[in-house]
C-alpha cells in the first residue's frame, strides 16, 4: 500500500540556523537613598532625622536579540519615592 506525500510525516533536523548569540546587560532594581543626618535645616523644621529613598525595578535591559515583552501580560516598570521624617 502506497503512501501519499500527505501522509508522510516531515521531520525537521537539528540545525544552529536559529540559534543566535545573546548579549545581555539588565538591570533589574535601584535603589538610591540619602540620609540628612544632622543637617542643619532639619531644626528650622521641627525634625530630627529625615530619609528621601528613590526605587525603580525593571530599569534597563541592553539585549543583542530582540526581545518581545508584554503580549501574555502587562508590561510595567515601577518607580517609588519613599520619605522617612522623625519629628
Known amino acids: 500500500m502506497g503512501q501519499s506525500p500527505n501522509d508522510i510525516a516531515e521531520t525537521t533536523k537539528p540545525t544552529s540556523r536559529f540559534v543566535q548569540r545573546n548579549n545581555e ?13 544632622r543637617m542643619a535645616f532639619l531644626k528650622s523644621l521641627g525634625l530630627q532625622h529625615l530619609k528621601v529613598s528613590f526605587i525603580a525595578n525593571d530599569l534597563l535591559r ?25 519629628f
Not at 68 to 74: A, F, I, N
Open 25 to 37: 546587560l539588565y538591570l533589574s532594581s535601584l535603589n538610591i537613598g540619602y540620609d540628612f543626618y
Open 62 to 86: 541592553l539585549t543583542s536579540i530582540k526581545v518581545e515583552r508584554g503580549t501574555s501580560y502587562p508590561y510595567a516598570r515601577t518607580f517609588s519615592l519613599a520619605v522617612n521624617a522623625t
